[in-house]
């Protein structure tokens, strides 16, 4: 059964519902004997793991194929894969980039967290500009009465002033001409 088996086909829906969607059972027997409707009883000696893959030697050549042509890169990759399948050379390079892949997803995650806080943060002061310009109207208005007060004392202010003035005997001695 391969990648494409299992995740393209009708049947490996089935398969995987009866897996229960989880994909670390996804490579079992049991969803191998369900796919392919073979009897548990029947095939209970073909229970074994096939783990050394140095070779390709004692694996069916349908799972040969499957390999080498890529059909069963949906399925993952284990430690043994990685021994068996890539050449000194290959898993140098596949740790060199799974190196740089959890690095990149470490500083995808401090980037995750970073947007939320300033989400946050951003929230913060949205909230701080509105409650500011809610502070400013109301000082405008306040000022906008100050003024009004201000102009009328003056006014007033005024208005007493020159009433004293107006008469001469309140007046500085160089302005009684």
């Not at 890169?73 to 000194?88: H, I, K, P, R």
Request: positive net charge; hydrophobic residues 40%; glycine residues 4%.
């Amino acid at each position: 059964m391969t990648a494409r088996d299992l995740f393209h086909t009708k049947r490996g829906k089935e398969t995987q519902k009866h897996c229960n969607n989880d994909p670390s059972e996804f490579y079992g027997h049991s969803a191998i004997m369900f796919y392919y409707e073979l009897d548990p009883d029947k095939y209970a000696h073909c229970h074994l793991e096939k783990t050394d893959f140095t070779s390709p030697k004692g694996f069916p050549k349908e799972m040969v194929t499957a390999i080498l042509s890529g059909d069963m890169a949906e399925f993952g990759v284990n430690q043994d894969m990685v021994s068996g399948l890539l050449s000194d050379k290959g898993r140098s390079r596949y740790k060199k980039q799974c190196k740089a892949h959890a690095a990149r997803e470490k500083a995808y995650a401090v980037r995750q967290k970073a947007n939320a806080a300033w989400t946050k943060a951003n929230a913060v002061c949205q909230k701080a500009h509105a409650a500011w310009q809610k502070a400013d109207a109301a000082w405008t208005k306040a000022n906008a009465v100050c003024q009004k007060a201000h102009a009328a004392w003056q006014k007033a202010d005024a208005k007493v002033f020159w009433a004293i003035f107006a008469n001469v005997k309140y007046r500085a001695k160089a302005w009684c001409v």
